[in-house]
């Protein structure tokens, strides 16, 4: 991506195009792997000297404010210690904002489920299912989540 590109985007959400924004939002755009706030500052910290973890914090928020990322945690059973004490899994971020479907396996690697087969997985749900839920449950459903966890087979085409 280049820096006129990113500084269209920065500016197109209302957020000043800065150099430190600039760089980590081309990280976050750069990689699959949805990484942790830990995880960008490691991707851009040597890029940026004097870049503090929080400044990474800051610039996550208000991208995920201004829809340019999406935040999301994992559920604390999947790829963490099961031990009571363990911390609660660190957020992770995603650039890709539109709706798509989280597989997570292997101690906790995030990958998207490709789009077509999410596709299928949300037009397959059973809308009656869905009506008598809302009926039930006195709501109407703006939008289903599915998340996707797994044990890798070693298997794959
Ligand atoms: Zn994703």
Redesign the pocket.
């Known amino acids: 991506m280049t820096d006129a590109r990113t500084r269209s985007i920065l500016e197109r959400h209302g957020l000043r195009c800065t150099r430190q924004r600039a760089e980590i939002y081309h990280a976050l755009v750069s990689t699959?792997s949805?990484p942790t706030a830990e995880e960008l500052f490691g991707m851009v910290r040597n890029r940026l000297p004097g870049l503090s973890l929080a400044t990474v914090y800051n610039t996550l928020d208000a991208f995920v404010r201004r829809g340019l990322a999406?935040k999301?945690a994992l559920p604390p059973s999947v790829g963490e210690d099961p031990s009571a004490s363990a911390p609660a899994p660190a957020a992770r971020y995603?650039a890709?904002t539109s709706e798509?479907?989280?597989l997570i396996s292997d101690h906790g690697k995030?990958?998207?489920v490709p789009p077509d087969l999410g596709r299928r997985l949300i037009d397959g749900l059973p809308p009656d299912v869905l009506d008598e839920l809302e009926r039930r449950m006195g709501v109407s459903i703006d939008q289903v989540r599915i998340e996707i966890s797994g044990t890798s087979t070693g298997r794959s085409c």
């Open positions: 699959s949805h999406r999301f995603d890709d798509h479907i989280h995030v990958r998207d």
